[in-house]
């Protein structure tokens, strides 16, 4: 089946810097999603991102579809951007959604 | 903006009770999905329904797993009889073109 793997599995930073989030995959994708979990557990979606670039404020992602890797930029990073950060793919029609690890983001003020 | 809502946020049950946790879908969303995260680990698949049946489910989702979607709008997990380990927070999900949502969860803890 496919393989999500997620780097760095955790990540300390002050607030203010910028951070990389990578998720390389085995399989192509029709789908690729990250999500934020906060510390409430909520799953907050980001990004759906099957190829190319997308922005929203401070939070861009990128995935390079024949490279099989996404990457998720948060730039001046806030308390509030801590949580873990979920990549995940969706298999060929659309039977399941499958989950990295998780990067856990920890950003300290 | 239309959101998955799941019922209750939070269950407390005794080992061995059965357990229906209720999920409203996204109205006009065709795909539908149980994810289970156990603390601190990943968000594991359950079961991915479609056309009213089951279309996929993990090795998780044995016979004590159910899944019904009786009125057109609810979808709900049963488990009949509840383990330990069935103790996580359980989302349900849906999507139609492809992006799926995730409902707030349901945390289950079993004594």
């Known amino acids: 089946g496919i393989q999500v793997e997620q780097s760095p599995p955790d990540l300390i930073l002050q607030e203010g810097a910028n951070s990389t989030l990578r998720c390389n995959f085995s399989?192509?994708?029709?789908?690729l999603q990250w999500f934020h979990q906060n510390p409430w557990g909520q799953l907050i979606n980001l990004f759906y991102?099957?190829?190319g670039t997308k922005q929203n404020g401070r939070l861009s992602a990128t995935t390079v579809a024949t490279e099989r890797y996404s990457l998720l930029y948060i730039s001046s990073s806030q308390t509030t951007d801590s949580g873990v950060y979920f990549c995940?793919?969706?298999?060929?029609?659309?039977?399941?959604?499958?989950f990295g690890q998780g990067t856990r983001l920890t950003i300290n003020p | 903006e239309p959101e998955v809502t799941q019922t209750p946020s939070h269950q407390v049950t005794q080992m061995g009770q059965e357990v229906i946790l209720r999920c409203v879908p996204i109205?006009?969303?065709?795909?539908f999905y149980w994810y289970r995260q156990i603390l601190g680990q990943k968000v594991e698949f359950l079961v991915s329904?479609?056309?009213?049946?089951?279309?996929?489910k993990s090795e998780i989702f044995d016979d004590q797993f159910s899944v019904e979607r009786p009125d057109g709008s609810n979808f709900t997990l049963k488990i009949r009889s509840t383990k330990l380990e069935d103790s996580a927070m359980y989302f349900c999900?849906?999507?139609?073109?492809?992006?799926?949502?995730f409902g707030e969860g349901s945390r289950l803890t079993v004594l």
């Open positions: 999900a849906s999507g139609y073109t492809g992006e799926l949502f």
């Open positions: 399989d192509s994708v029709n789908n």
């Open positions: 991102i099957p190829s």
């Open positions: 995940a793919l969706l298999t060929q029609g659309a039977q399941k959604l499958v």
């Open positions: 109205s006009n969303h065709l795909y």
């Open positions: 329904f479609y056309n009213n049946e089951i279309s996929e």
